[in-house]
């Protein structure tokens, strides 16, 4: 089955700079890469997602980029602000194959 | 507005006892989803359902079932709870594949 690592576990930033959080998966049949964000006490939301027709996306501050080749996907979020502070979750899927497979989640702390 | 809502929020239970978690959408989505959230290992899937009278295991089912009797509703049960269920569960829902999941608000579950 699809394997999806996500790295740094935790990352902490100072307001203003830019956060990257890197992932890799294992099956080269996954073609939905969604991002989900989830703050304390909540379920997770999506924030934004790719699928593997384009290499990268962008909604504002927050950007995906996909290289498939390599197999890995990476969430940017731009001149970060506290309410950014969260954790973060990746996850990939392929037709055929429809649930969502997550990775294990980055704290993202915001140092104001 | 629609929603996905859980209930209990919080539960505290003993070794043993069969443990029903209720899980209730108002979108009309055929899909819905039971994952367990533990650290270090993200979200994990229990069991899925595309319509009803459809369910299927994911990657940890073991000691759990559901059942879809309604579009609305995907009920969790734990037949004989045991202390690695511990955890925090959340059920989602989407449309239909590739597609955002929405999330419920999730239950903290404690087995004593």
């Known amino acids: 089955g699809e394997n999806v690592e996500q790295h740094p576990s935790t990352l902490s930033v100072q307001e203003g700079d830019s956060a990257v959080i890197k992932c890799t998966y294992s099956d080269s049949a996954s073609n939905y890469f969604p991002w989900y964000k989830q703050e304390l006490g909540k379920g997770p939301q999506l924030i934004i997602d790719?699928?593997?027709?384009?290499g990268e996306k962008k909604d504002q501050r927050i950007a995906v980029t996909l290289n498939k080749t390599a197999k890995h996907f990476s969430l940017h979020i731009t001149e970060t602000q506290p309410e950014d502070s969260a954790v973060y979750f990746c996850?990939?899927?392929?037709?055929?194959?429809?649930?969502?497979?997550f990775g294990t989640g980055t704290r993202l702390t915001i140092i104001p | 507005d629609a929603e996905i809502t859980q209930s209990p929020r919080h539960k505290i239970t003993e070794t043993g006892r069969q443990v029903t978690l209720a899980c209730h959408q108002t979108w009309n989505h055929n899909n819905m989803f039971w994952y367990r959230q533990d650290l270090g290992h993200g979200l994990r899937l229990i069991h899925y359902?595309?319509?009803?009278?459809?369910?299927n295991k994911g990657e940890v089912s073991d000691g759990y079932s559901v059942s879809r009797s309604n579009t609305e509703d995907l009920p969790l049960t734990l037949e004989s709870a045991a202390s690695s269920q511990t955890s925090v569960y959340f059920c989602a829902s989407s449309v239909a594949a590739y597609n955002e999941q929405f999330f419920g608000p999730g239950t903290r579950l404690t087995v004593l």
């Open positions: 359902s595309y319509g009803v009278q459809d369910t």
């Open positions: 790719i699928r593997s027709n384009v």
């Open positions: 996850a990939a899927s392929h037709f055929g194959n429809e649930k969502l497979t």
